[in-house]
């Protein structure tokens, strides 16, 4: 109990002053999903376009 530090085992030295991200994993889960929704949305209205005209 010598230490009172509450981020004593948590630190990682090797990370810096700002090393982890403290953001919310659900908005960039979110943002992931969102993105790669989109491009395959694309393909896909691409494909049906080059369908349609052939």
Do not use: L
């Amino acid at each position: 109990m010598g230490h009172q530090n509450d981020n004593f085992v948590t630190h990682n030295p090797f990370e810096g002053k700002n090393g982890a991200s403290m953001r919310n994993d659900a908005i960039d889960a979110g943002v992931g999903f969102g993105v790669s929704f989109v491009f395959f949305a694309i393909m896909f209205i691409i494909a049906t376009i080059i369908d349609a005209a052939a």
